[in-house]
């Protein structure tokens, strides 16, 4: 009877155990994995021992402990000991602590500083501790003198982020470019740094904005700064404020060389050349025809051959005159070449600057124009009367030359062999299409310019919104310049203290001492109004 009764109350319950457990069951599939905000904070310490700044230490081991799991990062690159020592700490993870095993070498009162960089980062998301350092003394005194500034660009004048601020013992300044530094503190989001825990002696500091993360600099790659004169350290040192610069290299070297899809010789260096040359040694016969392209800051030089029937070639590279290199390349007997003949133009948003002619540039040199396979549609007639003309400063460029007429739709067609480049390649049929922009869509900016020192020369140049120049000139003295027929939007100035008045800006050199030109921005915006004149005074503040 029991077992009946027992039997019974199941079969009622068992129905609502069931829908009981698929409610549950689709409870938890709708409710999903269970989401937050992405963990952005570094490991935090949460005990140290010896504690940090302990004199008269006679540990062995240090043991960090965080507060979650962590791992070392490029720990070879990033962890240093100053002063050096023979043997280096050994580092080891152990759940979440640190343990550091010292050498039995370490000096008697002597201050030691365990710089960790960008070594300890969570497990997880690899958030980094920054700047974190232990900094211990054998002896009864701590060193405890500091030197702190700031780091910019040399040419945007911005704060350097995550860069590194470093020092070397004057006695051991021959290490610079040659030796990890190991006194070095990273800036932050404003670019301030500063290093701590320094015995009083004499110091040379400098600025790196690296590549890798060696601690070391390196010319190719890095961009420096630096104090010229020794820091005499006697006292807490404030505002040694460095910037930074990519120095022109010494040596003179081929970065890059390649044979073009198209025929074409390109070539890059790693320095700016004054006034670069290019010759074909061999074959010799095929340098009389070659046509040469460089860019605008003399790195890197396009070159044509008109004959390609070479096995190899060998390109001389001048400067001034003066041999620097040369290279060979070579070329495979059934290497074969695409060329193309297209067209970009300076046309924007279907609209044709009326203060400028359009131009259309080539990838490749056009020897020939036929005018009569263009058809230029003026409101869906055709017209005659244009003309195109190589341009003068680009051997790639022909300026379109004809009357535009405002509020007027033109129609541009360029039927197949309109154009023929090298090789007697022909293009294939493209038009253009655009519209006279209204002559009261662009402003003027008219500038007064005040100098502090009428002797020296200044490069004043003109960026827009996306920090690019589009106009420079020299100015030597007070005056007033136009910039006329801008399009409406934000401009920027920026003054060059040309110092040697060679109208570039210059960079530094470390080893010879040399700061480099020094760039001031105006921070104020300089709008221009469509169909408006505006006025504005610029002092100049003086050099410092």
Same mark, same amino acid.
């Given at each position: 009877?029991?077992?009946?009764?027992?039997?019974?109350?199941?079969? =009622?319950?068992?129905?609502?155990?069931?829908?009981?457990?698929?409610?549950?069951?689709? *409870?938890?599939?709708?409710?999903?994995?269970? &989401?937050?905000?992405?963990?952005?904070?570094?490991? =935090?310490?949460l005990?140290?021992?010896?504690?940090?700044?302990?004199?008269n230490?006679?540990?062995?081991?240090?043991?960090?402990?965080?507060?979650?799991?962590?791992?070392l990062?490029?720990?070879?690159?990033?962890?240093?000991?100053?002063p050096?020592?023979?043997?280096?700490?050994?580092?080891?993870?152990?759940?979440?602590?640190?343990?550091?095993t010292?050498?039995?070498?370490?000096?008697?009162n002597?201050?030691?500083?365990?710089?960790?960089g960008?070594?300890i980062?969570?497990?997880?998301?690899?958030?980094?501790?920054?700047?974190?350092?232990?900094?211990?003394?054998?002896?009864?005194?701590?060193?405890?003198?500091s030197?702190s500034?700031?780091i910019k660009?040399?040419?945007?004048?911005?704060p350097?982020?995550?860069?590194v601020?470093?020092v070397?013992?004057?006695?051991?300044?021959t290490?610079?470019?040659?030796?990890?530094?190991?006194?070095?503190?990273?800036?932050?989001?404003?670019?301030?740094?500063?290093?701590?825990?320094?015995?009083?002696?004499?110091?040379?500091?400098?600025?790196?904005?690296e590549?890798?993360?060696?601690?070391?600099?390196?010319q190719?790659?890095?961009?420096?700064?630096?104090v010229k004169e020794?820091?005499?350290?006697?006292?807490?040192?404030?505002?040694?404020?460095?910037?930074?610069?990519?120095?022109?290299?010494?040596?003179?070297?081929?970065n890059?060389?390649?044979? #073009?899809?198209?025929?074409?010789?390109?070539?890059?260096?790693?320095q =700016?050349?004054?006034?670069? &040359?290019?010759?074909?040694?061999?074959?010799?016969?095929?340098?009389?025809?070659?046509?040469? =392209?460089?860019?605008?800051?003399?790195?890197?030089?396009?070159?044509?051959?008109?004959d390609?029937?070479?096995?190899?070639?060998k390109?001389?590279?001048?400067?001034?005159?003066?041999l620097?290199?040369?290279?060979?390349?070579?070329?495979?007997?059934?290497?074969? $070449?695409?060329?193309?003949?297209?067209?970009?133009d300076?046309?924007?948003?279907?609209?044709?600057?009326? #203060?400028?002619?359009?131009?259309?540039?080539?990838?490749?040199?056009?020897?020939e124009v036929?005018?009569?396979?263009i058809?230029?549609?003026e409101?869906?007639?055709?017209?005659?009367?244009?003309t195109?003309?190589r341009?003068?400063?680009?051997?790639?460029?022909?300026?379109?030359?004809y009357?535009?007429?405002?509020?007027?739709? $033109?129609d541009?067609?360029?039927? *197949?062999?309109?154009?023929?480049?090298?090789?007697?390649v022909?293009?294939?049929?493209?038009?253009?299409?655009?519209?006279?922009?209204?002559?009261?869509d662009? &402003?003027?900016l008219?500038v007064?310019?005040?100098?502090?020192?009428?002797?020296?020369?200044?490069?004043?140049?003109?960026?827009n919104?996306?920090?690019?120049?589009?106009?420079?000139?020299?100015?030597?003295?007070?005056?007033?310049?136009?910039?006329?027929?801008?399009?409406?939007?934000?401009?920027?100035?920026?003054?060059?203290?040309?110092?040697?008045?060679? &109208?570039?800006?210059?960079?530094?050199?470390?080893?010879?001492?040399?700061?480099p030109?020094?760039?001031?921005?105006?921070?104020?915006?300089?709008?221009?109004?469509?169909?408006?004149?505006?006025?504005?005074?610029?002092?100049?503040?003086?050099?410092?």
């Amino acid at each position: 009877m029991a077992k009946n009764n027992l039997l019974q109350l199941t079969r =009622k319950l068992f129905p609502a155990f069931l829908i009981l457990l698929i409610f549950s069951g689709c *409870a938890s599939i709708g409710a999903g994995p269970q &989401g937050g905000p992405k963990d952005k904070t570094p490991p =935090k310490i949460l005990s140290v021992t010896p504690k940090n700044l302990t004199r008269n230490f006679t540990a062995k081991k240090i043991v960090i402990q965080f507060d979650e799991y962590f791992k070392l990062v490029d720990q070879q690159k990033q962890f240093s000991i100053s002063p050096d020592v023979e043997v280096l700490p050994v580092l080891k993870v152990k759940n979440k602590s640190l343990e550091i095993t010292l050498p039995d070498t370490l000096e008697k009162n002597t201050t030691y500083t365990l710089n960790f960089g960008k070594m300890i980062a969570d497990v997880n998301e690899g958030n980094v501790v920054k700047n974190f350092s232990y900094v211990f003394a054998t002896g009864t005194e701590l060193d405890s003198l500091s030197i702190s500034g700031n780091i910019k660009d040399s040419q945007t004048g911005k704060p350097v982020i995550e860069g590194v601020a470093f020092v070397f013992p004057l006695a051991r300044d021959t290490l610079f470019g040659k030796k990890k530094a190991s006194i070095y503190t990273l800036t932050d989001s404003s670019g301030n740094y500063r290093i701590n825990n320094l015995r009083a002696e004499s110091y040379k500091i400098y600025a790196l904005k690296e590549q890798g993360s060696d601690k070391i600099y390196q010319q190719s790659s890095d961009e420096i700064g630096f104090v010229k004169e020794p820091i005499s350290l006697k006292r807490d040192t404030q505002n040694v404020n460095m910037v930074i610069f990519k120095e022109e290299a010494k040596v003179f070297r081929v970065n890059d060389r390649r044979l #073009n899809q198209d025929g074409s010789i390109t070539i890059a260096f790693n320095q =700016k050349l004054k006034k670069p &040359g290019i010759t074909i040694m061999e074959p010799k016969n095929i340098d009389a025809g070659k046509i040469v =392209k460089f860019n605008k800051t003399n790195d890197s030089v396009k070159v044509w051959l008109n004959d390609l029937s070479f096995d190899s070639t060998k390109v001389s590279i001048t400067d001034d005159g003066k041999l620097l290199q040369t290279i060979k390349l070579n070329r495979g007997k059934k290497d074969t $070449y695409t060329r193309t003949v297209t067209a970009t133009d300076n046309i924007e948003a279907n609209l044709l600057n009326p #203060n400028r002619p359009l131009q259309l540039s080539f990838g490749i040199p056009v020897e020939e124009v036929d005018p009569t396979k263009i058809t230029v549609l003026e409101d869906s007639v055709a017209v005659t009367g244009f003309t195109l003309r190589r341009d003068s400063a680009d051997l790639l460029s022909y300026n379109f030359i004809y009357p535009w007429k405002a509020n007027t739709p $033109y129609d541009i067609k360029f039927a *197949a062999g309109a154009f023929t480049a090298i090789f007697k390649v022909k293009n294939k049929e493209f038009s253009k299409k655009f519209q006279l922009a209204k002559r009261d869509d662009y &402003g003027t900016l008219v500038v007064k310019i005040v100098v502090p020192e009428p002797d020296k020369q200044y490069l004043l140049e003109i960026t827009n919104e996306a920090k690019a120049v589009v106009n420079t000139l020299i100015v030597a003295h007070d005056t007033t310049v136009k910039f006329a027929n801008y399009r409406a939007g934000r401009y920027f100035i920026r003054i060059i203290y040309d110092s040697n008045k060679n &109208g570039i800006w210059d960079t530094g050199d470390v080893k010879a001492g040399l700061q480099p030109e020094k760039i001031w921005n105006e921070t104020k915006e300089l709008s221009i109004r469509a169909n408006w004149d505006r006025n504005e005074t610029i002092t100049l503040p003086k050099e410092q």
